[in-house]
Structure formats: C-alpha cells, structure tokens
C-alpha cells in the first residue's frame, strides 16, 4: 500500500437486509459495497462505481418505513434498517431514428414518443430521479417543443432509466431527453467558425510542415522547443 | 462534513487564500522533474515492477498486478471447443464499448462491413462515461496541431510514438465536429465559438467539456447512435480467447455468457480490441477511478496470440482521487477543478506545486507533501491535501463552480461538503494504462487481423497522458480502426479456424515453469465479495471446475 495507515478505524455494526433477509455490515459502506460485503459478486447493476453510468440505479425502504426510495447504489450510504434489493434490469422503448432526417420540433418528439402527450403530471418522475433533475418539468418543455431547455434542465441525467421504471403512463423521460440533446447538438446550437476554418487548414495542409519539422526533431531540440513554449494563462482576471 | 479535527488545517487553508490568489509557482524543469518522479512516482518504485517470463515481451518490466495476469493460463480446453460451429459469421468482430468500441463498430459498418460488438458488461459501461473534464483539440486561432503535439510529446516523457501523435492531433478538430453532429452538446460561448479551458502540460486552452459530464455526454450519444444503426451486439458477453486461422490470422473470438457461462464462436474477418484499461487490479494498492470491467483482458488476450505491448511500466496515476470521505475514496475528482483555478495546497495551507503540470508531476509531488507529514490523515487512515475549490468562484465569479462542475457539486454534497465553500481532500488514485497494444495509425497490431483502440492500445501517449487526449485518442483511434478493419476484412481470405496458439502458449508457461503459479485468465470482473470460508470437498471442487468458467 502506498499510503501509511495510521488510525485503526472504529466499526459500527448496523443491520440491513438484502432481499429480506438481515446482515449486520459496517456502517459507512455504500449500498453497492454493503452488498459485496454480504457475499454478493456483482455480475448486474455494477458499472462505473463512481455515479456516472447509471448502472446501479436502486430502490430501497426502511424497516418502519415502507415508501419506497430511489438512489444510485454505488454513491447512496447505507443506513440502519435499509431493505435493499437489486434492480438488475428494467427493459423501456428507444425509438430509432435517423438524426439526419428528423426536423428539432414538437411534432418530431410527438412522432416517435406519443406517449409524451399522455403524461398527467404525477411527478413521480421527479421524485424518482437520483441526481434530482426536473423530470416532469423537461417532460412538459418537450411537450411545448422547448427542445433546448429539455436538453439544459436534463444535462446531468446518467440514463439510469428510473423515471421511466415508475412513470403511470409509460413514458420514457431518459430517452426523450436524448433525443431532445441530440436535435439541440446538431441543429439548434450556434455553429462554431473557428473549428470549421480549422479542419479546412489541415485539410489542405497548411499545418504539414510544422508537423513534420517536429516529427524529424532531435530529442534535444525537442527537449528545449518543449521547456521553452509559452504557455497561454489558464484565465484571465475578471475585472 | 469534515471531522473537527480537520477544522484547524482549513481554517489554515482559508487564512492563506486572498495571498494565494496573486501567487504563482514556477514551472517545474526536466531536472527537477526527473528528481520528483524517481523519488515519489509509483512507476518508480521498483519493488512494484517485475520482468514477464513469457511472450513476446519477455524481459520487459510490468507492474506484478499486470505480468501475473499476462502470464495467465487460458480458461479454455482446446480440446473440448468445437470450431466446426460458429454462432456468429461476421466481418468485424468489435471488443468492447466504450468510446473507442462504439466508434469503431460505427465507422466499420459505415464502411460496409457487417459488424458485430461484443462487451463484457452494458453497451456504454466503460471508463469513457467517467471521463469528466474534456476533449483536446487545437481548434484556436493561437493554438495549432503542432503545439499540440509538442505538449503531448512533452507530457509523455519525450517516448511518445511520432506517427500516432500525428494522427491524434490532425484528426482532433474534425473529431469534435463529428461528435457534434452526432448530437454532442459541447459547452459554447454565446457567439458559438467554443468555450474552452486549459489543462495539465496542455499549454493552449484546448479542452472541449460538456459541463463536467463530458464523457458521459460523448458516450450516450454514441451509444444511441449504436442502436439507431442497428448494429448487432451482445451484452455480458466477454471474449475469452481469440481465435486464429491456420495462417496465423486472428479470426473471431470464444465469447461466455457471463450469467449461464454458455460458449458462445465468433468467425471475424477482422477484431478490433477495444477493452479499455486496467485500474481495477489496484496496482501497488491504489484504489481507481475505474469502472467495475477495467482488467486488462483484451491485453491478456492480445499477447496470448503474440501481439507485442508497449510502455507497460507505466501507470497514470491521477493526482486529484477523493481521499475523503471513504464512500467515494479513490474516485475521480476531476483535473478541471485545477483547470479552473483551484490550487493544491498542504496541511499548512501552502501551496506546493504549480497546479496544471502534467499529472505523473502533480502526482509525484502529492506523495511527497504526505510522506513529509505535511498531509492530512482521515480517520479511516488515508492521507490527502487540500484542493482548494472555493478559489474558483473568487478568480471566475460566483456561480462558477455550480455551473462548471454540477458533479463534483453534486457529489460532495451527498456527503455534506459543500464544495463552493469547503475544500476537497484528494490524494493520487489509479486512472490510466499509459501503454497498451503497439499500434500503427491504422489501429492495426502486430498480428494480422488484430486492430487496437482506446486505452488497451499503446504508444500515443508515451509515458504519461494528458488530460483530455484519451477522450480524444478513444474517437481518433476507435474511427480509424473501424475503417481499416472493415477494409481489411474486404480483402482477407480466412483459413481453417484453429486455437493452436492456446496449446502453444501453455506450452511456454509449462516451460518457464509457472503453469501452476498463474492465475486463469482474463480476469473478467475483480472479486470484491467478502468470501465465505472454504468448506469444498475435493470431488466438489472438481465437479465446479470442469472445462466450464466459473466466474461468480
């Protein structure tokens, strides 16, 4: 081990169980190592460990309380009397389609995701998200075809498929999101000039040279063309 | 929250802020650099490295953790596997689904071939996804190809192979542009030019970010474009050994079903490794960023038909993993909150290095602050410095940090540390194979048939890589191997299947002598279960250990 452990850590044992039944773990643990720590290898609902991928997405209840809870198994800390189960697949619609083909509008959401109009605003879609996004809210900007404030209020979702696991009326929130994102990409945000000069300078070959040059250099050379380089200020000051 | 005992050491942290604001450090020389590295750099510490017995690597030092799994036994019976029934006919086979296998399954099948992807876990379950902080490209009118290049050769120690930086540095515009028209929603200045910050060793703003999700965004929309184009794939469906041709050809793969441990052959005119990297085999005890799936099979299974690997004795380790609170040890705090402004500062609140080095500097010079007690301990016993976050918002305005970094915002605050106000405590984690499958630009291997992109494949990045150029070489890489491999497998005429290279290669382990010392692999998944104690008799262990893969 690279570091030195200087502090024995004191442990807390605290209940939980794992569909029904109970184990005593460390408290501290997250959901997904409280798990291994019961024996369990994980094969389902593993992925990035670090709350990005989705994978883990997870219900839970407590031993006195039975409404149910949502969360990210890989980043929700345990608590005592947590009923914890593993959601290992959860299968919802993606409509296909062809990117080039389809206009940023109301009605090219409405084609492939009818069941956008049937939403009643339960919110249970809100409630459920695990990185607490407005879902109910994009849900009824995509219905008024604000696909660029679908794509901003939606940014952060990890497509963990939760909103469209609980969702009454079958929608499939993560999915229209994407979809929403991908018209604003490709349609609806400003077109940026100078990457475009920049691929039309390297195709016609105006930075050959300079790559070539470096390529045949000498390490020492290298070396000095390396140390002396400017470096542009990361910021500049605000004023 | 932090424990009160830490309070002290803040309070020390915020005191020296308003001072640190106008204070710069100088930049970090060759030799200097050369000092920091042998002393603090786990790549450095020679008890962690060894020299692989068998392959075409022999002699060369790899980290213990990787050379007992490349001196793997194979975790199938040759004997016992019918090549005469294959499952799967296709002319790409792609290994893998991260940045790179999705690019590449894409452009192979744009290129007319019929493409097949393979993964061990989900489509998407990779380290691409916890990428945060950007894509380089030189895209700015005072930036150019060149520059980037220099900073990529200089960041890797000089070794970087000349020909892949090239290709990496040519083809990162019209990446971004790709990406966009795909869907990506980079972060854009009012006026549409992109908004773009600064890195590690990078010395140009280069990095393209979406928020500090940009992996996530990359790999989403990639992934949805995979089942827009309908390209076949299989999930939990890891290769265990590739298959070769009587012309020592690679040609398909042996897949498992991970959950029913059925065999599943795969004839391919061309593969296309894309397994990504290796953090989850902890070298020298590191915790990693890492997904769950990252270890090292598709170099294990590279090497095993002969294909040589490159710059293997070196790890990145990234200087900003969480070393507090223990929920989230190890996991990535990501470089842009240096690239923003935040400085790494001691228990003393000095700052000690300037921020935005290249990482293995930056690293190094964590571990010394530590070793010279001027670290911070947490109570489970791990030591950190601070990464003075709040700065931000004073250098870039407030809001900055919420609308810059909504993850780490996010993910701090579930531990109650609010990072706009308190700073972070980081200590270096395991992040990156610097090296990998010896590549050619085309992505093509050493052996015929085999192509490499992505983290698994080596060379690009030297010694050591900087931020927000694997994001980019997983797109250049991942796209050039796709085409390649689809245009190779236009043209091969495959021979009679055959696991030859199995036989022959057991038949080298026998002859060093470690046949019974080396583990089966690949690994597939690491084993964090708390195990049961070992109550098997000998006839069940021999009834559960039969030709089959026993991976659970």
Same mark, same amino acid.
């Given at each position: 081990m690279a570091k030195q452990k200087q502090v024995a850590p004191e442990v807390h044992m605290i209940d939980v169980y794992v569909m029904g039944k109970r184990y005593q773990v460390p408290e501290g643990l997250t959901i997904m190592t409280a798990l291994e720590y019961? #024996?369990?290898?994980? /094969?389902?609902?593993? #992925?990035?460990? +670090?709350?990005?991928?989705?994978?883990?997405?997870? =219900?839970?209840?407590?031993?006195?309380? @039975?409404?149910? !809870?949502?969360?990210?198994a890989c980043q929700k800390t345990i608590e005592p009397g947590m009923y914890l189960v593993q959601i290992p697949f959860f299968p919802s619609a993606k409509a296909l389609?062809?990117?080039?083909? =389809?206009?940023?509008?109301?009605? @090219?959401l409405l084609a492939l995701y009818p069941s956008l109009l049937t939403c009643f605003g339960c919110n249970t879609c809100t409630k459920t998200c695990p990185q607490e996004l407005e879902v109910m809210w994009f849900m009824s900007d995509a219905l008024r075809g604000d696909i660029r404030e679908v +794509?901003? !209020? @939606?940014?952060?979702?990890?497509?963990? #498929?939760?909103?469209? +696991? !609980?969702?009454?009326?079958?929608?499939?929130?993560y999915n229209i999101a994407l979809l929403c994102r991908r018209l604003y990409g490709r349609y609806l945000a400003p077109t940026s000039q100078h990457?475009?000069?920049? /691929? +039309?300078? /390297?195709?016609?070959?105006?930075?050959?040279? &300079?790559?070539?040059?470096?390529?045949?250099? @000498?390490?020492? &050379?290298?070396? !000095?063309?390396?140390?002396?380089r400017d470096i542009e200020p990361a910021y500049t000051k605000q004023s | 929250?932090?424990?009160?005992?830490?309070?002290?050491?803040?309070?020390?942290?915020?005191?020296?802020?308003?001072?640190?604001?106008?204070?710069?450090?100088?930049?970090?020389?060759?030799?200097?650099?050369?000092?920091?590295?042998?002393? $603090?750099?786990?790549? $450095?510490?020679? %008890?962690?490295?060894? %020299?692989?017995?068998?392959?075409?690597?022999?002699?060369?030092?790899?980290?213990?953790?990787?050379?007992?799994?490349?001196?793997?036994?194979?975790?199938?019976?040759?004997?016992?596997?019918?090549?005469g029934k294959v499952d799967h006919d296709v002319d790409v086979l792609v290994i893998g689904c991260g940045g790179a296998g999705a690019s590449a399954a894409l452009l192979a099948q744009e290129n007319g071939a019929k493409t097949l992807l393979v993964t061990k876990l989900r489509l998407g379950d990779a380290n691409t996804v916890g990428a945060q902080a950007g894509t380089q490209a030189a895209d700015r009118s005072n930036d150019s190809p060149a520059i980037h290049y220099l900073d990529t050769i200089g960041g890797g120690r000089f070794d970087n192979i000349p020909e892949l930086v090239e290709a990496l540095v040519r083809d990162a515009p019209s990446v971004i542009k790709w990406l966009e028209e795909l869907g990506v929603n980079w972060d854009k200045n009012p006026d549409g030019s992109m908004h773009e910050l600064s890195g590690g060793g990078a010395s140009r703003l280069r990095l393209h970010s979406a928020r500090d999700y940009t992996g996530l965004e990359e790999m989403r929309v990639l992934r949805d474009e995979v089942h827009n184009r309908c390209i076949d794939y299989l999930e939990f469906s890891p290769v265990i050994e590739l298959v070769m041709d009587d012309k020592g050809q690679v040609a398909g793969a042996i897949l498992v079903n991970l959950e029913t441990n059925e065999l599943t052959l795969v004839r391919a005119g061309a593969v296309i490794m894309a397994t990504g990297g290796a953090g989850r085999l902890h070298i020298q005890g590191f915790p990693t960023t890492n997904h769950y799936g990252a270890t090292a099979d598709g170099l294990v299974l590279a090497y095993r038909v002969g294909a040589e690997l490159i710059f293997m004795d070196t790890m990145q380790y990234h200087p900003t993993g969480a070393a507090y609170p223990v929920q989230i040890l190890g996991q990535l705090v990501t470089e842009k909150v240096r690239t923003l402004g935040a400085q790494l500062v001691n228990a003393e609140g000095e700052q000690f290095i300037m921020s935005l080095e290249p990482r293995d500097v930056v690293a190094s010079a964590n571990i010394r602050e530590c070793r010279h007690m001027k670290g911070i301990t947490t109570p489970t016993g791990e030591l950190g410095v601070w990464l003075d976050s709040p700065m931000i918002d004073l250098l870039r305005g407030e809001g900055t940090i919420a609308r810059e970094l909504p993850a780490m915002v996010r993910q701090f605050g579930r531990y109650n540390i609010d990072i706009t106000k308190e700073p972070m405590l980081v200590y270096p984690t395991l992040h990156y194979q610097n090296g990998g499958i010896k590549i050619d630009p085309d992505g093509a291997t050493t052996i015929p048939g085999l192509f490499a992109a992505g983290e698994c494949m080596g060379g690009v990045h030297g010694r050591n890589r900087l931020i927000g150029n694997s994001t980019l070489d997983i797109f250049v890489f991942g796209r050039r191997a796709g085409k390649a491999a689809a245009r190779y497998a236009r043209e091969v005429k495959l021979g009679a299947l055959t696991l030859d290279h199995v036989g022959k290669w057991q038949a080298e382990l026998k002859e060093a002598g470690i046949t019974e010392s080396r583990p089966a692999t690949p690994l597939l998944l690491p084993n964090y279960a708390r195990q049961p104690d070992d109550y098997l008799a000998d006839y069940a262990r021999k009834t559960l250990s039969s030709g089959q893969i026993k991976v659970a």
């Open positions: 019961c #024996g369990y290898r994980l /094969i389902r609902g593993c #992925g990035c460990r +670090a709350g990005f991928c989705g994978a883990c997405a997870t =219900i839970y209840n407590l031993k006195d309380d @039975s409404q149910l !809870r949502y969360d990210l389609y062809n990117l080039e083909e =389809i206009e940023p509008t109301a009605e @090219s +794509a901003n !209020r @939606s940014f952060d979702c990890v497509m963990c #498929g939760l909103c469209a +696991a !609980r969702c009454p009326q079958g929608l499939v929130p990457l475009e000069d920049r /691929i +039309a300078g /390297i195709e016609t070959g105006k930075f050959d040279a &300079e790559l070539e040059e470096l390529e045949k250099m @000498s390490q020492d &050379e290298l070396h !000095r063309r390396y140390a002396e | 929250m932090y424990p009160a005992y830490m309070g002290e050491s803040i309070r020390k942290v915020e005191a020296s802020r308003e001072r640190r604001l106008e204070e710069t450090r100088p930049r970090v020389g060759d030799q200097e650099k050369a000092a920091l590295l042998t002393e $603090f750099h786990p790549d $450095f510490i020679k %008890e962690g490295m060894r %020299e692989l017995l068998v392959g075409p690597n022999r002699g060369e030092p790899t980290p213990n953790e990787v050379a007992a799994l490349l001196e793997g036994n194979s975790r199938v019976n040759p004997d016992k596997i019918n090549l």
